[in-house]
């Protein structure tokens, strides 16, 4: 469905998912994307890709979503998909204390490849689990966040718990970076011309 500009959608957001291998960063975005779950996904090779368009605050926004590999050997591959994203979802498992432990190594992956304002949530996965699994508490990790000065949820893929709302805080807080102006297509040019100054700016920081 077109807008009043005859565009599908107002703005693109270019999201991306990281974190270790096998916290779950597949599961959330196909949780979002096409409402299933899968226990057998296989490990992401390298980068995956998914689009929905949603409708916020009077805005569609068409967010392009890229799951990257958590293994270190495809570090050189995935780094080049931080240029231009406009919000991160750094993801743990809170069954796997390991997970947490590696928070700090992905915020400098973050700050190496990443513009310097792009939007970084911590998420926690697996908040069904069992408390006697669990490896990290939700304090620990809204703490953690805290001393970064990144927003902090906890999401569930596999029951679908906050993962909707995982993604749509963090479109609101990209949306609040843009400015609001009543000509829709002036609009879509600060966007792009946003999008193009975190390419750059992640492009000489590497």
């Given at each position: 469905m077109?807008?009043?500009s005859?565009?599908?959608?107002?703005?693109t957001f270019?999201?991306?998912?990281?974190?270790?291998k096998?916290?779950?960063?597949?599961?959330?975005?196909?949780?979002?994307?096409?409402?299933?779950?899968?226990?057998s996904w296989l490990?992401t090779?390298?980068i995956?890709?998914?689009i929905?368009t949603i409708e916020?605050?009077g805005?569609?926004?068409?967010?392009?979503?890229?799951?990257?590999a958590g293994q270190?050997?495809?570090?050189t591959?995935?780094?080049q998909y931080?240029?231009?994203?406009?919000?991160i979802?750094?993801?743990y498992?809170?069954?796997?204390?390991q997970?947490?432990?590696?928070?700090?190594k992905?915020?400098?992956?973050?700050e190496d490849?990443a513009?310097?304002?792009?939007v970084?949530?911590?998420?926690g996965?697996?908040?069904?689990?069992?408390?006697?699994d669990?490896?990290?508490s939700?304090?620990?990790?809204?703490?953690?966040?805290?001393q970064?000065?990144i927003s902090?949820?906890?999401?569930?893929?596999?029951?679908?718990?906050?993962?909707?709302k995982?993604?749509?805080?963090?479109a609101?807080?990209?949306l609040t970076?843009?400015?609001?102006?009543?000509?829709?297509?002036?609009?879509?040019v600060?966007?792009?011309s946003?999008?193009?100054?975190?390419a750059?700016?992640?492009?000489c920081?590497?």
């Open positions: 077109a807008n009043k005859g565009k599908s959608h107002d703005f270019k999201l991306l998912l990281i974190g270790d096998a916290v779950g960063k597949t599961s959330i975005m196909y949780r979002f994307s096409d409402d299933k779950f899968n226990p490990a090779i390298g995956d890709f998914k929905r916020l605050n805005n569609t926004i068409k967010l392009q979503i890229w799951d990257t270190e050997r495809f570090d591959i995935t780094a931080y240029r231009g994203a406009m919000g979802m750094l993801v498992d809170v069954t796997c204390q997970s947490f432990d590696h928070i700090a992905w915020l400098r992956r973050i490849h513009a310097e304002d792009v970084t949530m911590l998420v996965n697996k908040c069904d689990a069992d408390m006697r669990r490896a990290v939700k304090s620990r990790g809204s703490a953690m966040a805290a970064h000065s902090f949820i906890e999401t569930s893929a596999k029951v679908g718990i906050n993962v909707e995982a993604f749509y805080d963090l609101t807080a990209i970076m843009v400015p609001v102006d009543v000509d829709m297509n002036k609009n879509r600060m966007v792009e946003l999008q193009r100054k975190h750059v700016r992640a492009k920081c590497r």
